[in-house]
Structures are given as structure tokens and as C-alpha cells.
């Protein structure tokens, strides 16, 4: 086994089971690695087994605060008395000196008051799912009969914010609203929300039909083709520079935006916060509702099966050689472009996933976004170096912009 060290795990404890029938979303589909499930639900034992491995795994790997993802699927199906449980479990095997953090990904349709309470009384950080205005939000993220869904979202946002839930925005980009950026942005600081993360959505039909195509490593046929709900690579590429320009402008200090922070630690020489912009990954796992885990959230398939956590212990697997390989091919794998571009330090090619693109050369496995990302470095890249100098020279980001500069954020003056 390979030395300890921090990792996370994306948990289903839904499986792929959810309420709505978005267009875009890729795990879906997964209900058909489990041909003969009837009831898609993390039992027990698993459970108990998931919690219990977790935090003895993530104490020997150093690391004084547990982290723990659930999502879906949508796990707000398992109803509130669920994450009791999850919540009294995690109790029961904490030692002393170490906590948990929790964090929730939902479409928000059935959040209530009593999820609103529990969410509040046990520190959860939840991530709500909206991707814009009603008429972008409806395009994609409608339900089973293919109604939509932005007011009912709407309404489970007010129960966030009403139990004050610490709570972030989590929006896809793809064809209906890359070209909304400024529209996109203004909408979600309207709402209030003051983090924000954005997500692009690159997806292929599968040349051999049935669904869509896997990850590259799995299924790199050249008869791919991307769905139409795609984002393209230069409309998600203005997408994040445009909602750069508004945000540097006005909401520096005051609005958090995951890709920007991200940069600014690159920037920094810091590591990346963000598994798709790191050197290697191999560090974010996912796990089943059968306790099943796997490499990634992204590699879902029994290629990247590592083993089921009530049968190997987890400490075997996360830090197994079969798993430090995976992360390191992300670095080995980089194409003669990526390698000799001045960007890498701010990209490193991407998230493997997205490599189903050619470089300029013709090189195959190259990242779709890679005219994404070099738009944005070359519009935004000196700003965002202006900004961690800033930070360097103990001052802060904001102080970068000159309209904030006259404006400072509220509670925060001129050093």
C-alpha cells in the first residue's frame, strides 16, 4: 500500500435514482450496472461500514476534519430520518480531537422546513442546483413527465435561506445558457447567492447507440458524437469571461465564484482546489449505494471498479496501486500541446474525462476545453495575477479592481 494521504468520497446513497429527468445528466443511466436492483437505497450495513471506514481511513491519512459528499441521484428521496442516522453514526465513530463535514448536493424540489432545520442544526453545506432564469433553468431540468421545474426549485432555495443553511449555487453550463453569462450571473446574485460554482457540460452519444459514450479510457471511438446539449468550447470560454468581467468589477470580496478561486491559487503557486485543474487526481472517489467504490465520479464503470467496502477494507483501495496510477496518468497522458503550453501550470490538461479532443498536431486525448480555458488566461490571466501579488503581499484580492477601489466592499477599508 502506498502512503496515506487525504482523499474524499462523492457517496450515492441513492444510486443513480432521482426525481427529475434532466437531459444532460450522465448518471442516470448508471441503473444499468444494476440490472436486477429493485430498490435503489444504501442499506444499513453499508452505511454503517461507509462511515465507520471513512473516518478511521481519513484519521490515518492525516486529515482532522472527515469530509463527507452525498449526493445522487437525488438524495433527498431517502427522506430527513436517513441522515439522522448518518449524522448519529458519524457520532458514534468520531474521536475525540475530529469533526465531520457534510456536504449535500440537491435539486431542491423536496426541501421543506424540516429538512431546512436539519440541514441548520447539524452544519450541513448544501449545493442547489440552478442553472439560470426560468426559461434556461426549464430547458434541460424538468421532471419525469417533462414539466418544469424552476419554481418548485425556487421554492426550496427560500427554505435554505429562510433557515439560514449555508448553501451554494451549482450551475451546469450548456447550450441553452453558455451564451448567458452576464445574464446567468446577475440572476443568481439577485437570488442572493454569494458562492457560486459552474460546471460545463461535454457530453457524447454513443457511436454503437444505447446511451451515451464512456470516458475516453473507455470508449474512444471516433464515431462519438457531441450531444447537442453540449456547451461549446469557445461559448463556455466567453461564458466564464464575461461573468469575470462583471464580478471583478463589482463583487470581489463580497461573491465567491469556485473557478476563480481555484485560478487564484494556481495563480499563487498553491495547489489546485479543484481535482480538474490538478497535476495528477485520483483523490475523489466515488462510492455506490452497494458500497461499491470507484476511481471517480466520472468513472463510474466496471473498468474503474476498485472493490466493495464490505468486502476490502477502504484504506485498501483509496491508497492502492491500481488508484495512485489513475491519478498519475492524468500528468503522463497530457498531449505535446498541452506540455508545451504556458497555461499548463493554470490547467494541466483539464479533467481526463474531457479528453476526447484532438490538439492542433492531430494528437488524440486532448481537452475538449482547451479553447475554453485559454480564452479565459489570456483575457483574465494578468488580473487574476494582479490579485495574488495582492494576496502575497498580505492585502486583499479586491483591492486589484479599481472600481472597488472606490467602492470597497462593506466592512472593508483601505489598509
Request: charged share 25%.
Amino acid at each position: 500500500m502506498n502512503a496515506p494521504r487525504p482523499f474524499s468520497v462523492m457517496t450515492k446513497p441513492i444510486g443513480p435514482r432521482c426525481n427529475i429527468d434532466c437531459t444532460y445528466c450522465y448518471y442516470l443511466e448508471k441503473e444499468k450496472l444494476f440490472p436486477q436492483e429493485k430498490k435503489f437505497r444504501m442499506s444499513d450495513e453499508v452505511l454503517e461500514t461507509y462511515i465507520r471506514q471513512t473516518i478511521e481511513t481519513s484519521v490515518e491519512g492525516g486529515m482532522r476534519e472527515v469530509p463527507f459528499a452525498w449526493q445522487g441521484g437525488e438524495p433527498t428521496m431517502l427522506g430527513v430520518d436517513f441522515f439522522r442516522r448518518v449524522v448519529a453514526l458519524q457520532n458514534k465513530y468520531l474521536p475525540q480531537g475530529v469533526r465531520v463535514a457534510n456536504a449535500f448536493q440537491t435539486n431542491g424540489i423536496l426541501l421543506d422546513d424540516d429538512w431546512g432545520r436539519f440541514f441548520k442544526e447539524n452544519e450541513f453545506l448544501v449545493g442547489i442546483s440552478i442553472d439560470g432564469p426560468d426559461r434556461v433553468h426549464n430547458r434541460y431540468r424538468v421532471d419525469r413527465q417533462g414539466r418544469a421545474t424552476f419554481d418548485k426549485v425556487m421554492a426550496g432555495l427560500e427554505v435554505l435561506q429562510k433557515h439560514a443553511v449555508d448553501y451554494n449555487a451549482l450551475t451546469t453550463v450548456h447550450r441553452a445558457n453558455g451564451g448567458k453569462g452576464k445574464e446567468v450571473y446577475r440572476f443568481l446574485k439577485g437570488l442572493g447567492i454569494t458562492f457560486m460554482q459552474f460546471i460545463p457540460i461535454a457530453e457524447r452519444n454513443s457511436a454503437a447507440g444505447g446511451g451515451l459514450a464512456g470516458a475516453p479510457q473507455v470508449d474512444m471511438d471516433p464515431g462519438n458524437k457531441v450531444t447537442d446539449w453540449s456547451v461549446s468550447p469557445k461559448a463556455y470560454g466567453k461564458f466564464l469571461c464575461d461573468i469575470f468581467e462583471q464580478w471583478f468589477k463589482q463583487d470581489i470580496g463580497t461573491i465567491f465564484v469556485q473557478h476563480f478561486d481555484t485560478m487564484l491559487a494556481l495563480w499563487m503557486g498553491q495547489p489546485s482546489p479543484l481535482c480538474v485543474f490538478a497535476e495528477t487526481c485520483g483523490n475523489g472517489l466515488a462510492l455506490e449505494h452497494s458500497g461499491n467504490l470507484y476511481s471517480c465520479d466520472h468513472y463510474v464503470y466496471d473498468d474503474f471498479l476498485l472493490g466493495n467496502i464490505t468486502e476490502t477494507p477502504m484504506r485498501d483501495m483509496v491508497w492502492s496501486d491500481r488508484q495512485m496510477q489513475f491519478g498519475r496518468d492524468k500528468q503522463a497522458a497530457l498531449t505535446g500541446q498541452c506540455q508545451a503550453c504556458s497555461f499548463r501550470f493554470a490547467c494541466n490538461g483539464g479533467c481526463p474525462k474531457h479528453r476526447f479532443a484532438l490538439s492542433k498536431s492531430g494528437e488524440e486525448g486532448h481537452d475538449y476545453f482547451c479553447e475554453s480555458h485559454t480564452m479565459f488566461f489570456k483575457q483574465c490571466g494578468k488580473r487574476i495575477g494582479d490579485m495574488a501579488q495582492l494576496v502575497r503581499m498580505g492585502r486583499p484580492a479586491w483591492q486589484a479592481s479599481p472600481q472597488m477601489l472606490r467602492n470597497p466592499p462593506k466592512n472593508q477599508t483601505l489598509p
